[in-house]
């Protein structure tokens, strides 16, 4: 399975972008996908998933109300939109899928990733 992310850039404050992240080399629709970020000097960490048929998503706390994970089975595809950004959103953001039709909510039982894309937030 190859994941390539794209969508990252620099906005300011309160903007927003749409991270897309598209599949080939697998069964996309049977499985769940997760969107992670890595900041500068952290650790990599889960941001939010949604199971193959796209009915259970998860976020954490520190993005709820501000970004949706979304799917189109059709075309390999998952999304992130992320609203109202903040400066302690700026991290490289990368998908990963666990190959099975659940998603777990931290980095274990994912077995592909793709590269990150750069999404920086001005203050």
């Known amino acids: 399975v190859q994941l390539q992310a794209s969508g990252g850039g620099l906005v300011q404050t309160g903007g927003s972008l749409r991270l897309s992240c598209a599949a080939s080399?697998?069964?996309?629709?049977?499985?769940?996908m997760g969107w992670f970020r890595q900041a500068p000097g952290k650790e990599r960490e889960f941001v939010a998933g949604?199971?193959?048929?796209?009915?259970?998503?998860s976020y954490i706390d520190s993005v709820k109300g501000r970004f949706t994970i979304s799917r189109d089975n059709a075309k390999n595809t998952v999304y992130l939109q992320m609203n109202s950004l903040k400066p302690e959103d700026t991290a490289v953001y990368s998908c990963?899928?666990?190959?099975?039709?659940?998603?777990?909510?931290?980095?274990?039982?994912?077995?592909?990733w793709g590269q990150g894309t750069l999404v920086t937030v001005s203050s």
């Open positions: 949604i199971s193959a048929n796209g009915g259970s998503t």
């Open positions: 080399g697998g069964a996309f629709s049977d499985y769940a």
């Open positions: 990963a899928t666990t190959a099975v039709n659940y998603y777990y909510t931290g980095l274990r039982g994912y077995l592909y």
